[in-house]
């Protein structure tokens, strides 16, 4: 795949954990990358970006933006080819969903994506969707024709009040494809990725999948995990499905971008081999009832959500993006291995 380096590219929320690998990527390809921020003063938010851009033929610019502030994209997407916007916040445990996930991501999607419409350079939109746009609770597969996710399935469970991450990133997504659909300007692909893991390139990561995570090695699930179904994909290659999307000609639609169909449980017991001996790190299956009864007081999820996710096998179908982006999966183990070595260097355990 040629990436072109004739004019420069706009990456929305350059800070973040999935962005860090997309700007990496682009300016090891030699990518004139303008990086959208919300504060371009954050010197340590923005420290590893700068050392990536000092070693790579690319370059990086930083501007100031906000995702609810109209026109704030117009000035960092002038003379870009390529949006990709992955700005939207990753949080499970929200006071005020509507004006903390909703707000942001769906009043963010239409600034960025209606400033995209009105700006002459750009072809081309790549915007970082989530298989939450697809499904809410493992159960949801069920309903899927065959028991499996496609790309064919919006999710319609999650609400306001009940998995509001997840409705936060459908309406966005159906928010980007209306106005889309709108114009003829650039064209929209999408990349829905399951639980990113692997590591990330800035010191402080904030993601919620460090959160997920880190529970492997501080204890919380010492007595097990539950088997709770989900799919999980290495950050590295969700970077390299956005660039994909980016930069090949027949790129279009919708891409599930999930390397394992797996549950937490099996999750936690790729880190045994490695790192079993030193850290609580799970081994057996935390059986439903336990979880059922104990989940809303000890960790504040509830009844519903362990009835429609523990035990319930997770399955989506990533054919689509093998064959149209040329995705190739690393094994989840490597990408455990890494992220859970990351957070011991960093201390996450104690010394
Ligand atoms: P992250 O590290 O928390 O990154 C989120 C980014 O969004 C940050 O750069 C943040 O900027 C920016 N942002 C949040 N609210 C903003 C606002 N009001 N104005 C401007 N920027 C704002 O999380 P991530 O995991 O990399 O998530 C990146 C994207 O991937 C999101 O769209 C997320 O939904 C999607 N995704 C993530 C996963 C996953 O498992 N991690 C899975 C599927 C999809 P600041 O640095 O200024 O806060």
């Known amino acids: 795949m040629d990436v072109s380096t004739d004019g420069p590219v706009l990456v929305t929320g350059a800070t973040g954990y999935v962005a860090g690998w997309l700007v990496k990527d682009l300016l090891e390809a030699g990518v004139t990358v303008h990086a ?23 370059s990086i610019r930083f501007f100031e ?22 700005a939207s916040p990753f949080a499970i445990s929200v006071r005020d969903p509507r004006r903390e996930l ?20 750009v072809t081309r939109v790549v915007v970082t969707s989530s298989c939450a746009a697809i499904y809410t609770d493992a159960i949801d597969c069920a309903r899927a024709p065959g028991g499996v996710l496609t790309e064919d399935i919006w999710n319609t469970t999650a609400s306001l009040s009940y998995q509001p991450y997840s409705y936060s990133k459908t309406l966005a997504e159906k928010a980007a494809w209306k106005i889309a659909d709108a114009q003829d300007r650039f064209r929209l692909v999408t990349i829905n990725p399951s639980l990113v893991i692997g590591p990330a390139l800035s010191d402080a990561p904030t993601s919620e999948s460090f959160r997920i995570v880190r529970q492997m090695g501080d204890g919380t699930l010492r007595q097990g995990a539950p088997k709770l179904g989900l799919g999980v994909v290495d950050v590295r290659d969700v970077a390299s499905a956005h660039l994909a999307a980016g930069f090949r000609e027949d790129a279009e639609g919708r891409h599930i971008v999930s390397g394992h169909n797996t549950n937490l449980l099996e999750l936690g017991k790729v880190l045994i081999e490695k790192y079993g001996s030193r850290y609580p790190v799970p081994r057996k299956s935390l059986p439903k009832w336990v979880v059922w009864l104990a989940g809303p007081v000890m960790s504040g999820i509830s009844r519903k959500f362990v009835t429609n996710n523990v035990d319930v096998t997770w399955r989506a179908d990533n054919s689509r993006s093998k064959s149209a982006l040329g995705m190739t999966y690393r094994p989840m183990k490597a990408s455990m291995e890494d992220m859970f070595q990351q957070m011991i260097d960093a201390g996450a355990f104690g010394k």
């Open 36 to 58: 959208a921020v919300r504060d371009p003063g954050a010197a340590a938010k923005l420290e590893h970006l700068v050392r990536i851009a000092d070693k790579a033929p690319g």
């Open 102 to 121: 909703i707000d942001p991501a769906v009043t963010g999607t239409r600034n960025v994506l209606e400033s995209a419409a009105a700006t002459a350079s």
């Open 65 to 86: 933006t906000d995702l609810l502030q109209p026109g704030s994209y117009t000035e960092a997407m002038a003379g870009c080819s390529v949006v990709f916007h992955t």
